[in-house]
C-alpha cells in the first residue's frame, strides 16, 4: 500500500468475542482514521485520532496510536455479524494534504 | 459530514473504451481526491483535485490515462482512458470535510473490463 500495512490480513471471530486491529504507517502524521468497508461499497469513516493523542473511545471502538512506534490498534468489543468488513486505516502525512491507507484487514464475525 | 454522489454505480466496459465517472457533493468542498481500489485490495490515491488547478497525481498515475476535471467546488469527474482489463476496479471519490481532518466517501464506481 502507499502508506502502511494492516495485521492482521483477515480475522475471524465468534459474536461476543473482542476483534483487535493494527496499523503500522511510514511516515510523521497529522491524524489516523480508521474506516469500515462492506462488500466493496464505500468507506465509512469511524473513528479519528490525533497525532497527540494516545487513546480514543466511541462506543464499542478503541483506538490507540504510538506515534514512536508508528502503529495504531483499533479494539471491536462485544463483536456482532455485523461488524463483518474489511478495515483500513488512514494517515495523512504530515504537511501533505492528502491521505493514505493501510492494506486492510478483513473482519468476519461469525454468528 | 458531506454527502457524495457517484455515477455510475457499476459499469462493464470494452476493452480500448473510455469512461467518464461523475462524483457530486452536496456541499462546498476545497479538496477532492480519486482512489482506486482493485479486487481485494486496499485504496489507492490516484490525484488530488483541487478546484482551480490542475490536479496532482500520484507516483505511477498520469493524466493521459486519468484526466480529471473539477470544475467548481461541488463537482468533479474522472476518466479511466484507453481501458485495458487490468482498470478493472472500483473507483472512488472522497472530500476533505470542511472541518479538515476527515475524509468522506461516495459509494463507488465499480468498474469491470472486458
Known amino acids: 500500500s502507499q502508506q502502511g500495512e494492516e495485521d492482521p490480513q483477515a480475522l475471524s471471530i465468534q459474536e461476543g468475542e473482542n476483534a483487535t486491529m493494527n496499523c503500522s504507517y511510514k511516515t510523521s502524521i497529522n491524524n489516523l482514521q480508521w474506516y469500515r468497508q462492506n462488500s466493496g461499497r464505500g468507506l465509512v469513516h469511524l473513528i479519528l485520532?490525533?497525532?497527540?493523542?494516545r487513546e480514543k473511545h466511541s462506543g464499542r471502538l478503541r483506538v490507540t496510536l504510538d506515534t514512536s512506534k508508528k502503529s495504531s490498534s483499533l479494539l471491536i468489543t462485544a463483536s456482532r455479524a455485523a461488524d463483518t468488513a474489511s478495515y483500513f486505516c488512514a494517515t495523512d502525512r504530515y504537511n501533505f494534504n492528502k491521505f493514505y491507507f493501510g492494506s486492510g484487514t478483513k473482519l468476519n464475525v461469525k454468528p | 459530514s458531506a454527502v457524495i454522489s457517484q455515477k455510475p454505480s457499476r459499469d462493464i466496459c470494452q476493452r480500448g473504451t473510455s469512461l467518464t465517472i461523475q462524483c457530486q457533493v452536496d456541499s462546498q468542498v476545497t479538496m477532492m481526491f480519486w482512489y482506486r481500489q482493485q479486487p481485494g485490495q486496499s485504496l489507492t490515491l490516484i490525484a488530488t483535485?483541487?478546484?482551480?488547478?490542475?490536479?496532482?497525481?500520484e507516483s505511477g498515475f498520469v493524466i493521459d490515462k486519468f484526466p480529471i476535471s473539477r470544475p467548481n467546488l461541488t463537482f468533479s469527474t474522472l476518466t479511466v482512458s484507453n481501458m485495458s482489463p487490468e482498470d478493472s476496479s472500483i473507483y472512488l471519490c472522497s472530500v476533505r470535510g470542511n472541518s479538515g481532518n476527515t475524509i468522506y466517501f461516495g459509494e463507488g464506481s465499480w468498474l469491470t473490463v472486458v
Open positions: 485520532i490525533r497525532s497527540n493523542e
Open positions: 483535485a483541487n478546484q482551480g488547478s490542475e490536479a496532482t497525481y
